[in-house]
């Protein structure tokens, strides 16, 4: 099904962290097929694979690397849209070096890009940001204390970043996904009480796909959410409230 136009970010630029895989890689996509020049930052970008045809350029990026940060944007002529879509977890988040990383990629970096990235977004028409927070904001983890932090602080981000740029015209949301098939979730197919326990709570009884998270972004990007700042939006099939 067609949702947008399919030239509604025609002439426009995107700038997706985390780009290069996951719900980052499908965002990237997404902005390309409708007509955006993208810049897909992240790991292992030479190993990123993307439709042929589209205006994709990955490039690897470390984005806890404040130097490549400020040497890539300000080699970027114009921005429209900023995703932070990078992001990581760990088994170890109960060791404090661990927890120092997790909070340095999921949430340092996300402050860092966006204030970085704002001055070329405030030249666009129609600038916006969108962040990624995560269900673990509201409910907690005991096996990730710090990604569970670290989204709790992104949805404070948020908001802190919608008051200060509103004056420039940018808006700041983020999109909060449920249980979405990607590479990540793997290994909680490979433990069948874990992922059983997770389907029997989902009301729509299935995960989401990336390709869902990507179209509630374009929406968040778009002219139709011209008014929107400093929203969250849950995309997780009801999981958050069964």
Known sequence: M???????????VAVVTGGTSGIGQAVAIAFAKKGAKVWALGLQADRAIYPIGLDIEAVEMDV???????????????????????GMGSIA?????????????????VFYISEV???????????SIINVSSLYAQFGS?????????????????FSHALSFAQANIRVNAVAPGWIDTP??????DMPDVYNGIM???????????EE??????????????????????????YSIF
Do not use: W
């Open 93 to 109: 988040e109960h060791e404090i070096e661990t927890y120092k990383k997790v909070l340095d990629v999921n949430l340092t970096s």
């Open 142 to 158: 005991a096996l990730a204390p710090a990604y569970s932090c670290s989204k709790g602080a992104i949805d404070q981000l948020t």
């Open 64 to 86: 806890t690397n404040r130097t490549a940060v400020d040497h890539f944007f300000a080699q970027l002529d114009r921005l429209d849209t900023l995703f932070n879509g990078a």
């Open 184 to 189: 990540l979730i793997q290994t909680l197919k």
């Open 117 to 127: 990235a704002s001055k070329a977004l405030a030249k666009s028409d129609n600038p």
């Open 213 to 238: 998270i990507a179209n509630v972004v374009l929406f968040l990007a778009s002219d139709a959410a011209s008014f929107i700042n400093g929203a969250i939006i849950k995309v997780d099939g009801a």
């Open 200 to 210: 029997q709570r989902s009301p729509m009884q299935r995960l989401g796909q990336p």
């Open 2 to 12: 067609e949702t947008f136009n399919s030239t509604i970010f025609k002439n426009k």
